[in-house]
């Protein structure tokens, strides 16, 4: 499955497909392309009567999505050529220029789905488009019609969204800048070193007790630095996003936002949520066997994800690459296909490098393109499941390239389920290889970590975000957030875990908490659905396989609720996300009777 041709060594990414040059006059040329196609889109502004045809209509909406094409390839580009090298002046300087242009285009090709969303609902349905081979586009106006109660003026919607470019976004882009050139000092064996983020984490996994806690000072040293200024920016990104979306579109909520987005009910979000609370007291018990396996009474924070053996293992690139592809050919050939494909094409910058973006990422710009994935490789087991969650990214962008560029995108809360798919079926292969009792719980136990760090830790990120909006609509001070957010952490961890101050800045290191308020909750329906699905897998065998490729290659041109709903899975039903957790308990009863 593997082909010789393809060494898999760490290295950067090949851009070019996407953007074959990189000098300012061929960039400027191609944003001004893009610039004409949209104001030549304006023409159809005459078209949109309330008599105009369906054939007419289809014929506006299929160069529309042309234009979104474009406006996915020259935004993606770049993204991606700023994540490379976030000091790059000349990226940092094309990224303020596309959000211009991106603005001004999206500006000018606006009125289209405005006037769409404005239609009353039967002129809406005596337009949508019936043939079964123009599904992806009838799901695309049914789905704006969902923002339909939302929606102001068009003068209104070309206002916001010129000062938002300059405005909410300039912000966002100075967040960007500050944290990621922030370094971390440590000090490890009388050598010091200066580290970036992702460096300095990798010292959080070691088993070294006063070297995670040094790591986790160092972190909180240079953000409290900052915390001011940080927390300042979520004041400001929080404001906005009450006063556009609740203020003035009338969204219940500053979370039913995120929730109409995502095309979720509150409900569904709520019990979730709920439900994860209700379970913090599951995670607190594997902290307090943890802390007897490594001989402390109590854990620090600093300790959570500390090993329980001392293994200095490194895995080799080329050797974590084959692991993934081979776990996926396993499973399917198809999706070991589809992610051999990344590789093939260099779509995959996976070396660490200074300036580059931290953490680890896969972007997907249209249907005609591999995705693009970022990651950090430096070697450990943990770098590898990363790999593997990526390249899930991928697989289901690519299980979805029939769709159009409007429905490839899985809705958020399904977007993290063949990524975390792909890394349980990783674990797992991991654990029928080891037969030594204590690398087996080793094993185990850094799945419970990652399962806290996805579900219950994102949960509580969601919890504070949830109060956080409230209390600085009411005037909070930075001071009051602090310790909200210690109140959380407490409320997470109980008795079980000790808190150190210093973790009170947390939050102003979050980055989702900034760009996409609410996500995290993404994070959290997705691994619970994960763990459902895996264990209706196990109970299945063989058969669920062509039904869950089914339900990735859906990408997002169906509603989450009916792609769910196939798989028999109500997500407003507390059960179902109690099944998710029962999975977790059953793998802390097995680490339990490790002793
Ligand atoms: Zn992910």
Redesign the pocket.
């Known amino acids: 499955m593997t082909t010789p041709s393809v060494e898999y060594t760490l290295g950067t990414w090949d851009l070019s497909p996407l953007m074959p040059h990189r000098d300012k006059e061929y960039l400027e040329a191609r944003l001004q392309e893009i610039l004409d196609a949209a104001r030549a889109f304006e023409r159809h502004r005459d078209d949109l009567r309330p008599d105009i045809s369906q054939e007419r209509l289809l014929h506006i909406l299929r160069e529309y999505e042309a234009i979104v094409e474009r406006l996915h390839e020259v935004g993606g580009f770049a993204s991606l050529w700023f994540s490379e090298n976030t000091q790059d002046p000349e990226a940092l300087a094309f990224l303020n220029r596309v959000q211009q242009v991106l603005a001004e285009a999206e500006n000018r090709i606006l009125f289209f789905t405005l006037w769409w969303k404005r239609l009353d609902d039967a002129e809406a349905q005596r337009l949508l488009p019936q043939a079964e081979s123009q599904g992806d586009y009838r799901f695309f106006l049914q789905s704006l019609r969902r923002f339909r109660p939302y929606t102001l003026e068009e003068t209104a919607e070309q206002i916001i969204n010129i000062k938002d470019a300059n405005g909410i976004r300039g912000i966002l882009t100075l967040y960007s800048l500050m944290t990621n050139r922030l370094e971390f000092e440590l000090e490890v064996d009388g050598e010091k070193k200066r580290l970036t983020r992702d460096e300095l984490m990798t010292y959080v996994y070691s088993p070294r007790p006063d070297v995670r806690k040094a790591a986790y000072q160092s972190l909180y040293r240079e953000y409290s630095r900052e915390a001011p200024i940080l927390a300042q920016m979520y004041e400001n990104r929080v404001r906005d996003w009450y006063n556009e979306h609740v203020r003035l579109r009338g969204f219940d909520s500053p979370i039913a936002v995120r929730n109409v987005l995502n095309d979720v009910p509150d409900a569904a979000v709520d019990v979730l949520l709920q439900v994860s609370r209700e379970h913090a007291a599951l995670f607190q018990r594997y902290f307090r066997l943890k802390a007897r396996w490594l001989g402390m009474d109590r854990l620090r924070r600093y300790d959570i994800y500390a090993p329980l053996t001392e293994s200095d293992r490194r895995i080799p690139y080329e050797e974590a690459v084959r692991l993934v592809l081979d776990t996926l050919a396993r499973f399917s050939p198809v999706m070991a296909e589809y992610a051999q494909r990344v590789f093939a094409e260099r779509h995959i910058d996976s070396e660490p490098r200074k300036g580059k973006r931290g953490g680890a990422f896969?972007m997907t710009i249209s249907p005609k393109y591999t995705p693009w994935v970022l990651v950090n490789y430096t070697g450990r087991l943990r770098d590898v499941a990363t790999l593997a969650?990526?390249l899930g990214?991928a697989i289901h962008s690519m299980l979805a390239e029939e769709h159009s560029v409007l429905t490839q995108h899985p809705p958020l809360p399904l977007?993290?389920t063949a990524?975390v798919f792909s890394e349980m079926l990783l674990t797992e292969r991991l654990l029928q290889e080891e037969r030594d009792p204590l690398a087996r719980r080793e094993l185990l136990a850094s799945a419970v970590d990652d399962i806290y760090a996805t579900v219950m830790r994102q949960a509580y990120f969601v919890l504070f975000e949830r109060l956080a909006h409230e209390k600085i609509n009411e005037g909070a001070s930075a001071q009051e957030l602090y310790a909200d957010y210690l109140m959380n952490l407490e409320e997470q961890f109980g008795d079980s875990v000790e808190i150190p101050e210093e973790f009170r800045y947390e939050w102003v290191s979050i980055p989702h908490i900034y760009h996409t308020p609410f996500y995290c909750y993404a994070y959290s329906f997705g691994q619970l659905l994960v763990l459902a699905l895996y264990r209706q897998y196990k109970e299945e065998g063989a058969p669920f396989i062509p039904r869950y490729l089914k339900l990735l290659s859906y990408g997002g041109s169906a509603r989450p609720q009916d792609i769910l709903a196939e798989m028999g899975i109500d997500m407003t039903d507390p059960a179902f996300w109690r099944k998710g957790f029962a999975v977790v308990e059953e793998m802390i009863d097995e680490l339990e009777a490790t002793g």
Request: hydrophobic share 15%.
């Open positions: 896969c969650h990526e990214h977007a993290e990524s």
